[in-house]
């Protein structure tokens, strides 16, 4: 949404519902047809991916500001993933046929989405050479580092990661199982770089954990 011009944010936000969802709704189904985006304007949300054997993989962390479903909606396809709630959840909806409309008026606009959609890609794309190239402790290092300068707030003692996300989750969105995720939690704790309580994490050292991927 910062990519777009004053008119263009004030066209697209009128042309949709404010609609509230509780925690563990979803917004969109991996498969479904297209037929609304969203615009996120408070709360968390997952993006998940099912894979054929029905393993889920929690690919992308989404909040205020961000649109959800707009794949589908631009190319015509099917959902490419299922993207569901992490707390309550603000978002104006928008039928495909408003959208239409608003295309028409702001063609400017649509262009700017498909930037979006690349940079998306482009982060997918970087995050599987990782998953490659990099270990377990790198990319939940890399992972905690970006969910905390992204989404973080101040806290007494550090960043809190203001994401309720479970351990399995955790380890999910860096490509780990949830036993590596533990035991590398277990090690950040020891080094003084995190402090975890159930579905909350507090960066104490944010340069300290930086500095575990920086140089991968």
């Given amino acids: 949404m ?28 991996q498969g479904e047809p297209a037929g609304e985006l969203f615009v996120l304007l408070d709360g968390y949300v997952k993006v998940v991916m099912t894979t054929p ?10 909040a205020r500001g961000d649109l959800i479903g ?17 707390d309550t959840v603000i978002a104006i909806r928008i039928s495909v046929r408003r959208y239409r409309e608003f295309d028409d008026r702001f063609p400017g606009a649509t ?8 940079g ?8 599987r050479i990782q998953a490659r190239a990099w270990d377990a402790r790198t990319r939940l290092a890399k992972t905690l580092h970006e969910l905390a300068v992204t989404h973080g707030v ?20 860096a ?3 949830e036993a590596t995720t533990e035991r590398h939690l277990h090690e950040f704790r020891a080094l003084g770089l995190v402090r975890t309580h159930y579905r909350k994490i507090v960066v104490l050292d944010l340069d300290g954990l930086g500095a575990l991927w920086e140089g991968s």
């Fill in 120 to 127: 998306k890609m482009r982060a997918t794309m970087e995050r």
């Fill in 70 to 86: 707009e794949f589908a909606v631009l190319d015509g396809g099917r959902r490419t993933a299922s993207v569901i709630t992490v």
């Fill in 2 to 29: 910062a990519a777009l011009r004053p008119e263009e944010r004030e066209a697209l936000l009128s042309s949709g519902t404010e609609i509230e969802f509780p925690p563990d709704s979803h917004l969109v189904r």
């Fill in 111 to 118: 262009r700017r989405f498909y930037d979006g959609v690349l």
């Fill in 53 to 62: 054997e029905g393993i889920p993989a929690i690919m992308a962390v989404r």
């Fill in 175 to 177: 490509g780990a199982s």
């Fill in 154 to 173: 101040p806290a007494e003692e550090g960043v809190e990661i203001p994401l309720p996300l479970s351990q399995f989750e955790l380890g999910s969105l």
